[in-house]
């Protein structure tokens, strides 16, 4: 057991000199720890965000409106700049080394910026061809491979909007999702490889064309053998080598600071997904200060995060571009010939910046790795679910002792973290050491009052330039206020359960409309899951609480198991005396359930409100979007006896 909050990895004199946000600091002659820097950033948000257009010299026209105008949820950002994403993305020396691609299979492509730019002046053109001008939605049925990368910097840097989807998506899932932006192009694969098999898609993308009426044409990029000869789909058809057949010099148009760059979408778990659209300027400047001011990031550094095209993390991945470092790009699985291949992967491309999911870190471990070769490492990153304790303390004791662990949370809706690390701060086991610059991160009681050392909602009192400049299809901005606004006037309502320490430091506890309220004692569920995922013999897990306003309810753990174990009543005795001990006697479950598997959405987050629907009687249909979903065939497992 690892006490949560105990010290792990301080920073040395060195390590704090060199930091980039120690000389941005410098720029600023501002004195003082990072708290006065982040309080600054959250009291004056014009003269802040303005200082990141200039310390990184942001390629646009400034104009001359005012930075910041309105309250949230009607904020206006730099009304009078233009600029484009793209631009500032392929901004620099030609030679140096952009992007590393690696799948699976051990195919290997690189592009340095100039060879970068030449695909992108190349796809440009061949857009242009199609018809595809500023405003226009280009679609993107792709992995992450270099392929969607140019895509979609075409489509920026002619003011198109770009909205990806993975390959491993269901058609219903994509069509839910398209639909609603009516794409004009759209790039798809005709199969993809993952945990080594060949998956076709082209009847999927077929039937993905056929519900898209909007659609000008359709740009095949092969990936697999076809399995019936040509891969044909209704209206103009090309494959990527004539949509880049005409060399051409890339051209940037600068657009508005809020102009649509892409169109993001929540999960879609229980509903149509809602879709979420950024700015240029927005995602420009706060993934410039994410990545360098809290990654570290910057030229030299070779940036990788394991993540697929329909999650926010390519999004942030790609952002390495803005500051000039390499950015690394793998597609297939994580765990694929074995759980140490993205391991083996940083340590061959001499990655100093790792990215992934906190419950890879967790799989790690349970397999006893002791990854080698790590000597770049500088940073790891984990994000989509809380990090346990014994995570932070297995990196720390097995991975590399004088790496920077930081653990992130943030949404879709932002595309960045709220929370996360900055190498000024020291590492504790659990816990994130930060509210984010320019991240007016709070913690609300019911009442709505700000509290400090206690558990309650997060919420963001101060507007962020990320935050989504509409919701598609949404001209009175009902569904995007009523999706963040409705609790708090005024206030962004995120959703998580959140503590804020005496010293700036935060705990995210998951959910909170998936939380534990046990005879009035509200729990997060990451706490619960620490305890039991800790037994060798759990593999997997889900509580749900079926308690509902004013009621009492049942307290039901479901589990999957690892090889050759068994849910015996030694087992779920270890396991009532831990919950008892290390939470309370409140937080006992009534039941345990054996099940197959634990049901989770394509980026790999657990289902637990949907689950629970389904155990108060809603239809598993109703419940869940199965093409939404890693794993719909668990659902049914959850489904009460009668």
């Given amino acids: 057991m690892v006490e949560e909050g105990a010290l792990l990895w301080e920073p040395t004199a060195e390590v704090v000199r060199n930091a980039k946000i120690t000389r941005y600091a410098e720029w600023l002659s501002r004195k003082g720890d990072y708290q006065d820097i982040w309080q600054w950033s959250v009291e004056s948000p014009a003269e802040f965000w303005t200082s990141i257009w200039d310390y990184f010299a942001v390629v646009g026209d400034r104009g001359d409106g005012p930075v910041l105008s309105g309250t949230m949820p009607d904020v206006t950002w730099f009304e009078g700049t233009t600029l484009n994403y793209a631009e500032n993305a392929l901004r620099g020396d030609p030679d140096r080394l952009a992007v590393i691609f690696r799948d699976e299979s051990g195919n290997r492509r690189t592009y340095t910026l100039g060879e970068l730019r030449a695909e992108v002046g190349r796809v440009r053109a061949g857009l242009i061809r199609l018809g595809v001008g500023r405003g226009d939605r280009v679609a993107g049925y792709v992995p992450n491979i270099p392929e969607a990368l140019i895509a979609f910097l075409a489509t920026a840097s002619l003011g198109a909007i770009w909205s990806s989807c993975s390959p491993d998506f269901g058609a219903p899932s994509v069509i839910d999702r398209f639909t609603q932006i009516e794409p004009k192009v759209l790039i798809a694969v005709n199969g993809y490889r993952y945990n080594g098999k060949e998956f076709g898609r082209a009847d999927v993308v077929r039937d993905i064309a056929a519900k898209l009426p909007s659609l000008a044409a359709t740009v095949w990029i092969p990936s697999v053998p076809a399995a019936d000869g040509a891969d044909v789909v209704a209206g103009e058809e090309l494959d990527w080598e004539a949509l880049r057949a005409e060399a051409a010099e890339p051209a940037f148009d600068r657009v508005p600071f809020g102009h649509p760059l892409w169109v993001l979408y929540s999960s879609g778990t229980t509903g149509l997904p809602k879709p979420i659209v950024h700015g240029h300027g927005g995602i420009v400047l706060e993934h410039i200060k994410a990545l360098s001011f809290h990654q570290d990031l910057g030229e030299g550094d070779v940036f990788f995060w394991y993540t697929t095209t329909g999650w926010m993390m390519w999004n942030f991945l790609i952002g390495g571009l803005l500051v000039g470092a390499t950015v690394v790009l793998y597609d297939g699985s994580a765990a694929h010939p074995d759980t140490g291949a993205l391991w083996e992967l940083a340590a061959h491309e001499g990655v100093t910046y790792f990215g992934t999911g906190a419950p890879y870190i967790v799989a790690s471990m349970k397999a006893g790795l002791r990854p080698s070769g790590l000597e770049r490492l500088r940073g790891i990153g984990s994000t989509g679910s809380p990090l346990p304790p014994e995570g932070f303390a297995w990196v720390y004791a097995d991975v590399k002792p004088d790496v920077q662990l930081g653990s992130f949370s943030g949404g879709t809706d932002v595309c960045t973290?709220?929370?996360?690390?900055?190498?000024?701060?020291?590492?504790?086991?659990?816990?994130?050491?930060?509210?984010?610059?320019?991240?007016?991160?709070?913690?609300?009681?019911?009442?709505?009052?700000?509290?400090?050392?206690?558990?309650?909602?997060?919420?963001?009192?101060?507007?962020?330039?990320?935050?989504?400049?509409?919701?598609?299809?949404?001209?009175?901005?009902?569904?995007?206020?009523?999706?963040?606004?409705?609790?708090?006037?005024?206030?962004?309502?995120?959703?998580?359960?959140?503590?804020?320490?005496?010293?700036?430091?935060?705990?995210?506890?998951?959910?909170?409309?998936?939380?534990?309220?046990?005879?009035?004692?509200?729990?997060?569920?990451?706490?619960?899951?620490?305890?039991?995922?800790?037994?060798?013999?759990?593999?997997?897990?889900?509580?749900?609480?079926?308690?509902?306003?004013?009621?009492?309810?049942?307290?039901?753990?479901?589990?999957?198991?690892?090889?050759?174990?068994?849910?015996?009543?030694?087992?779920?005795?270890?396991?009532?005396?831990?919950?008892?001990?290390?939470?309370?006697?409140?937080?006992?479950?009534?039941?345990?359930?054996?099940?197959?598997?634990?049901?989770?959405?394509?980026?790999?987050?657990?289902?637990?409100?949907?689950?629970?629907?389904?155990?108060l009687g809603t239809p598993v249909e109703k419940a869940a979007n199965r093409d939404a979903m890693a794993n719909p065939e668990v659902l049914t497992h959850f489904v009460p006896k009668p």
């Fill in 417 to 615: 973290g709220f929370v996360g690390a900055t190498p000024l701060l020291p590492i504790r086991a659990g816990v994130i050491p930060c509210r984010c610059l320019g991240a007016r991160v709070e913690s609300f009681d019911a009442a709505g009052n700000p509290v400090v050392g206690e558990v309650g909602e997060l919420v963001v009192t101060t507007p962020m330039p990320s935050m989504p400049v509409m919701f598609w299809n949404d001209p009175s901005g009902d569904r995007y206020r009523e999706s963040y606004f409705a609790d708090y006037p005024g206030v962004w309502r995120h959703g998580d359960w959140i503590k804020i320490l005496p010293d700036g430091g935060c705990v995210i506890y998951g959910r909170s409309d998936s939380t534990l309220n046990r005879g009035g004692v509200r729990m997060g569920t990451s706490e619960f899951y620490r305890v039991v995922e800790r037994f060798e013999e759990i593999e997997d897990s889900l509580v749900i609480d079926t308690g509902q306003l004013g009621q009492d309810g049942r307290l039901l753990l479901y589990v999957t198991l690892a090889a050759g174990a068994e849910l015996t009543e030694d087992l779920v005795a270890r396991l009532r005396g831990a919950l008892r001990t290390e939470l309370s006697p409140r937080h006992v479950p009534d039941e345990f359930h054996r099940v197959p598997g634990i049901p989770r959405t394509l980026s790999g987050k657990k289902l637990e409100v949907p689950v629970r629907k389904i155990l």
